[in-house]
């Protein structure tokens, strides 16, 4: 697995530009998005109220979720299929992993759990890690190996995907096509309902459109 990633680092793209490769845009601004939460973490003064450092965990839980499982639907099979099936296992195994990870965390409710310091650094340090891995090759590779029109073609299925992308850990459904899309789909209801609950129906507007 490759090293942490270093903070604010960006990856290196040449060949193509954001236009001809709006899948590789998408990802890293996501990605980006995943490490500014992380240092809002990090960045926590040590008097922060531990319900408002479990809410940011949960925060993470939920982009983790929705970005990893739109990769699991569209990122990896193209990546199986144009590029190379071991980085794509692999890749599967690190998100796989990960999951285990979030799935402890979400089940956490007490706040002044002292699990929740541990499992959130180890949430984050596998979420460099992972990011890192896709960035320094795998997407590099598949923008070089794919034409634009399947790229543009790909950033619109990613986009798509979000749509029913769950947004908790499900480490126990199926991580393959076909049954990976229908159980993840099956999933979304079950977990806005939950973060409802969890988050209010107000911070959660922004989900609605998933953008
Ligand atoms: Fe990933
Ligand atoms: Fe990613």
Same mark, same amino acid.
Request: aromatic share 4%; no cysteine; hydrophobic share 25%.
């Given at each position: 697995m490759a090293t942490e990633v270093k903070r604010g680092a960006q990856a290196e793209f040449k060949g193509k530009s954001s236009s001809e490769d709006p899948l590789t845009s998408r990802l890293i601004s996501e990605h980006r998005g995943l490490e500014k939460l992380f240092q809002q973490y990090e960045q926590? &003064?040590? @008097?922060?109220d531990p319900k408002e450092r479990l809410q940011l965990g949960y925060e993470m839980i939920r982009q983790i979720s929705l970005h990893a499982a739109t990769e699991e639907m569209v990122l990896y099979p193209a990546i199986a299929k144009h590029q190379s099936k071991e980085d794509a296992e692999r890749l599967l195994a690190e998100t796989h992993a990960a999951q285990q990870v979030l799935a402890d965390l979400n089940a956490?409710?007490? &706040?002044? @759990?002292?699990r929740v310091a541990e499992l959130v650094r180890k949430t984050i340090q596998m979420t460099r890690e992972h990011i890192r891995d896709e960035e320094a090759s795998c997407l590099p590779h598949l923008s070089q190996a794919l034409e634009p029109a399947e790229l543009q073609r790909l950033a619109r299925q990613f986009a798509a995907a979000r749509g029913v992308?769950?947004?908790?850990?499900?480490?126990?459904?199926?991580?393959? &096509?076909p049954w990976n899309v229908p159980a993840m789909a099956a999933a979304v209801p079950v977990d806005m309902v939950r973060d409802v609950v969890r988050f209010g129906l107000r911070n959660l507007k922004s989900d609605v459109d998933r953008a």
């Open positions: 926590l &003064p040590p @008097d922060t956490v409710s007490d &706040p002044a @759990d002292l992308a769950p947004t908790r850990p499900h480490p126990y459904a199926p991580t393959r &096509p």
